[in-house]
């Protein structure tokens, strides 16, 4: 493991992260360095098929702040103290990547298209080349009930696309209400510490 010399201080930790994110069975979605007041904010935001949940995010965050304490963490973040904090991606990560869409099955989904057309719909299935949605289509008269018909989408036809949010959607409703996510953890946005540690208070 060697640290790459030039480049920004968030790409350099995120080439120096990534292989023991990997080793715990995880990916490493994005790093942020950010300065507040005189110590460093170092965001490490990370995902799985399964979710992230709350004892992996403390395991990992102890492996990060080892890396960050470290000889090769040294030579990035100099003598400055820091705070950390590493959480899994928040709903409005955008979906970028197969994997973003696997992780989505079951979830709703608004894409704008290449052609400037939108598709909102379930994610059914995945492959590496797109996705297979279950899209809400209304009654053609007023008052019939709306059907669902699926739709194949090629990753090359989607411009963006992001998670849609449902608050009341049925299969959630045996939750009691959870404020957390389905895999246990809150996601990740600028605001929310999934798990902090600061430099200075650890010594």
């Known amino acids: 493991m060697s640290t790459p010399r030039t480049g920004a201080p968030a790409d350099r930790l995120q080439a120096l992260l990534e292989p023991v994110v990997a080793a715990a069975g995880y990916d490493l979605e994005t790093v942020r360095v950010s300065q507040v007041a ?3 904010r170092v965001e490490v935001v990370v995902d799985g098929d399964d979710g992230v949940s709350l004892d992996a995010v403390s395991d990992l965050t102890r492996v990060v702040s080892d890396v ?61 080349d797109g996705v297979l949605l279950e899209l809400e289509v209304p009654g053609k008269k007023k008052g019939q009930p709306s059907t669902t018909q699926e739709r194949r989408l090629a990753f090359a036809e989607v411009a963006k696309a992001r998670v849609e949010i449902e608050f009341n959607r049925k299969d959630d409703e045996a939750d009691a209400g959870s404020a957390e996510d389905a895999d246990g953890v809150d996601e990740m946005d600028e605001t929310d510490d999934i798990e902090d540690i600061d430099e200075d208070e650890e010594g």
Not at 94 to 114: D, M, S
């Open 68 to 128: 960050l304490d470290g000889p090769e963490g040294a030579v990035v973040m100099g003598d400055q103290p820091y705070v950390l904090e590493v959480g899994s991606p928040g709903t409005d990560r955008p979906l970028t990547l197969p994997k973003h869409w696997r992780r989505a099955e079951g979830r709703l989904v608004r894409a704008v298209l290449t052609d400037g057309g939108e598709a909102t719909g379930r994610v059914l299935d995945t492959d590496e």
């Open 38 to 40: 005189r110590r460093r």
